[in-house]
């Protein structure tokens, strides 16, 4: 699992377990529909970090918490 994946699997976690749908947390976060749209797009490669601390906020957790999940602990290599 690559980064991008893990960061989209771990906001769907968060998603399900606050009952939330992709329209929920944008609006919690201040962001657009389309922006969570966007970075849940298994074809998209890339999040931005802006974002990604943007949704932490809307959903009340650090960036710390969101990236100190299990699912982070063995990504694979990125750089090819």
Do not use: H
């Amino acid at each position: 699992m690559n980064v991008k994946e893990a960061v989209v699997a771990r906001f769907q976690q968060l998603m399900e377990e606050r009952k939330l749908n992709a329209n929920g947390l944008a609006n919690l976060s201040g962001v657009t529909p389309s922006s969570v749209y966007s970075m849940l797009d298994e074809r998209r490669k890339e999040v931005s970090v802006n974002l990604v601390k943007k949704l932490c906020d809307g959903l009340e957790i650090t960036l710390g918490e969101f990236f100190t999940a299990e699912i982070f602990f063995d990504l694979e290599q990125e750089i090819r």
